[in-house]
């Protein structure tokens, strides 16, 4: 019996041992995994950067056509406070005609602007006078609204600072308040996990954790959030090691950047120094005691605690901290007395608590790829500079929500059935100066200004009647012929347009057939010039997309996107000159060495003359054709050109318009590709008119070269008549393309008798 219990003894023992040792083996192969792991995040790139996209900075000059409201809007959007009178960077006062701005220092990707007093003086809608620190300058910046970020997978945004800019009260309020044996402990705290035994054990389950500063911050980059032993004795062992290798000051400040306090839309704030300015618009150092006992306060419940969203549960939690730091010396009874009756004051709106752009930052980001990789874009803290202008963009959005919004109404349309799109760039320059791609501008999905793939209907008719023009036998007064037209495709299938109003018209002037966008009459003509020079028209108008080479084509029965169409009618506006439509101005590094700047790519692909015609004809449009809604809402001296569009059975509503700084393009229709009670000119016309209804424009003048000439024609018979003639018209010709004929007229001549004689006769 002693023999067999001496020998169980023994063999349990000998067991024993061996599991120790496979447990000692096991335990260092993960210690020795933990530790690689632990050292590799801290010694190597901590946190992923988003690139910080940043709009236009906006130029002020003597002479912009800036109503004052839109000023004080773009200065409440970067963090400007409005005051009687200014005495430090970040104020503006205004009294009606006159503005003072102490402008904060500017960095920008072509050079800094140095902090400085605007004053600026209205009149009429505009500038008057502009004064850079008492002295009259032609220009001055000011510093460009952040409008969003390239961020990381999980949306992460952080501001990086170091341990000397957080205020010391800052400091010890947060070890107070989140581990009081913070600076002598190793890691994890006895007491701590004792306090949170006993209170898990009165709950019956995991309630409470007695995590550390340490602790906390292994969770935040290392480990998820469940609770289960397994993951709380590896975070133990974690922080044993961090806090072997690391100083308190090298995780306390990496704890500051990494903690998460709160949600803006997708993004997570991450640390004090962001928390900071988007909770109170201003630097860490700059804190005061309320403030920082709110900061400390949120870390408990981000969510439970946030003081934009629950203010009631964010202010008692704030007086909690401010009595632990009464508690604890760190302020005075009559300090806790007065803090604690103070209002939170978190700002309701600064640039780090942006509205964000996401068509347009789509845009953005594709742009990037060429020249930047995904990972550079989302953890590099890359700056970009855009042609994003925020008083164009947000009046957009309005328009596009608010009258999409009455369209249903008024044409008893299913609530929120119709959606669209819209692209804004400079005639010339090519710079998209806003992107709509959702009614709901907030929307971070499905990009129709990109991605909307629809049927350009009456949009294409420009590119047949730029191709005739282009042809030596062709003029503004050229007759077509708008009579009923059948054509046999390959597959023996008819092919048979029609008018909108289902009527015929005869004989036609081309100009007047396009201004009316008559489809039979278009048809012909496509035919007419032929359509492999239709589709080469396409391309040298920047359609960089297979245009197939069919009849349909000349009425807009192919597929093209608001962005791509903008890009066709970009040319047309800047006289045949192609720019690529580009959202990039520069990017430079996260301290503003410059990496890359985006200039102008300018070719002229057409020639000017015949889109002189076009523009002219495009003018028409407006004046008396499809697009004449504008004549009621803009003054008539803008000259605005443009074209309506609309596809078959009515399912896409286009137009295309332009002034002399400004082309816009808007789509309206539905995601189900049903069919709707609206024209180009009922639905995406009212859209673009809204749009522009209460911004500058630049009036339309076409520049005329020396080839082109005005002459008096009689349109009807298609001649070169006199200004004398009954009927006769002046308009522009090229030369050498004149009309064959012309007409003779006898004018009757004034008499010298008097006026009671000629009654007789």
Not at 692 to 710: A, M, R
């Amino acid at each position: 019996m002693n023999k067999m219990t001496n020998s169980r003894v023994k063999t349990f023992f000998s067991w024993a041992l061996k599991l120790s040792l496979v447990g000692i083996v096991v335990l260092a192969i993960l210690l020795a995994y933990l530790d690689a792991k632990v050292r590799d995040k801290f010694e190597g790139k901590r946190w992923a950067l988003p690139a910080k996209v940043f709009a236009r900075p906006l130029e002020l000059y003597p002479g912009l056509a800036l109503k004052p409201k839109y000023l004080i809007q773009e200065l409440e959007q970067i963090g400007y406070h409005r005051v009687p009178s200014v005495v430090t960077p970040g104020q503006y006062s205004f009294d009606g005609q006159e503005m003072d701005i102490f402008r904060r220092y500017v960095t920008l990707y072509d050079g800094d602007e140095i902090s400085a007093r605007i004053h600026i003086r209205f009149s009429g809608g505009a500038i008057d006078g502009l004064w850079l620190d008492g002295q009259p300058v032609p220009l001055a910046r000011l510093e460009p609204l952040l409008i969003g970020g390239i961020y990381p997978k999980h949306n992460e945004d952080r501001q990086l600072i170091q341990l000397s800019d957080a205020p010391s009260l800052l400091l010890k309020t947060l070890v107070a308040v989140e581990d009081r044996d913070f600076y002598d402990h190793f890691g994890i705290s006895i007491k701590g996990i004792a306090r949170a035994l006993v209170v898990n054990v009165q709950r019956g389950g995991l309630v409470q954790g007695g995590s550390t500063l340490t602790q906390q911050l292994v969770k935040n980059f290392f480990l998820t959030r469940e609770r289960t032993l397994v993951r709380k004795a590896t975070e133990a062992l974690m922080a044993l090691l961090v806090e072997f290798h690391y100083s308190k000051e090298d995780i306390l400040e990496a704890y500051l950047n990494e903690v998460y306090l709160g949600q803006s839309g997708r993004r997570a704030i991450h640390g004090f120094g962001l928390a900071s300015q988007f909770y109170f618009g201003k630097h860490i150092s700059r804190l005061t005691p309320p403030e920082i006992a709110t900061l400390v306060g949120m870390v408990k419940g981000p969510s439970v605690y946030n003081p934009k969203r629950k203010p009631e549960n964010a202010m008692a939690r704030r007086n909690v901290v401010l009595g632990v730091m009464n508690e604890q010396g760190l302020i005075s009874d009559y300090e806790l007395a007065v803090w604690e009756k103070r209002e939170l004051d978190v700002v309701q709106y600064s640039q780090y608590q942006r509205i964000e752009y996401p068509a347009f930052l789509d845009l953005v980001r594709r742009q990037l790829r060429s020249d930047y990789a995904d990972s550079d874009l989302t953890s590099e803290g890359l700056r970009i500079y855009t042609s994003l202008d925020p008083i164009v963009q947000r009046s957009a959005e309005d328009a596009m929500s608010k009258r999409l919004a009455a369209l249903e109404s008024g044409y008893r349309m299913p609530q929120d059935s119709l959606q669209g799109a819209m692209v804004i760039a400079g005639t010339e320059s090519g710079e998209v100066e806003a992107v709509v791609g959702d009614r709901n501008p907030r929307f971070f999905g499905f990009n129709r200004a990109l991605d909307a793939n629809r049927s350009i209907g009456s949009l294409a008719k420009p590119a047949v009647y730029l191709t005739a023009l282009r042809q030596p036998e062709f003029n503004l007064i050229t007759p077509l012929d708008d009579s009923e037209i059948k054509i046999a495709g390959a597959n023996g299938n008819i092919w048979q347009p029609q008018n909108y109003d289902k009527e015929s018209h005869g004989v036609v002037p081309l100009y007047q057939a396009m201004a009316t966008s008559l489809n039979q009459a278009t048809a012909r003509l496509g035919l007419l010039v032929g359509l492999k020079n239709v589709v080469q028209t396409f391309y040298d108008l920047g359609v960089d997309k297979d245009v197939p080479e069919y009849p349909s084509i000349v009425l807009g029965a192919f597929e093209m996107n608001p962005f791509d169409v903008a890009q066709m009618y970009q040319t047309i506006a800047a006289s045949g000159f192609k720019t690529p439509l580009k959202a990039i101005r520069g990017v430079t590094t996260a301290d503003g060495q410059l990496l890359s700047r985006y200039g102008y790519d300018v070719k002229q692909t057409i020639k000017t003359e015949p889109i002189y015609l076009l523009q002219k004809i495009m003018q028409r449009v407006v004046q008396e054709g499809t697009a004449r809604y504008l004549n009621s809402q803009f003054d008539e001296g803008l000259n605005l050109a443009g074209k309506t569009g609309t596809s078959d059975s009515q399912r896409d509503s286009w137009f295309a318009g332009f002034s002399g700084d400004k082309l816009a393009v808007v789509w309206v229709g539905r995601d189900d590709n049903e069919s709707m009670p609206l024209t180009g000119a009922s639905g995406a016309l009212r859209v673009w008119a809204q749009t522009f209804k209460d911004l500058p424009l630049k009036p339309l003048f076409p520049l005329p070269t020396e080839n082109i000439v005005e002459e008096w024609v009689n349109v009807a018979e298609n001649a070169i008549s006199s200004e004398e003639c009954e009927g006769a018209v002046q308009l522009p010709f090229i030369e050498g393309r004149l009309p064959l004929h012309t007409q003779s007229c006898v004018v009757e001549q004034a008499t010298d008798k008097p006026w009671w004689s000629r009654l007789f006769n």
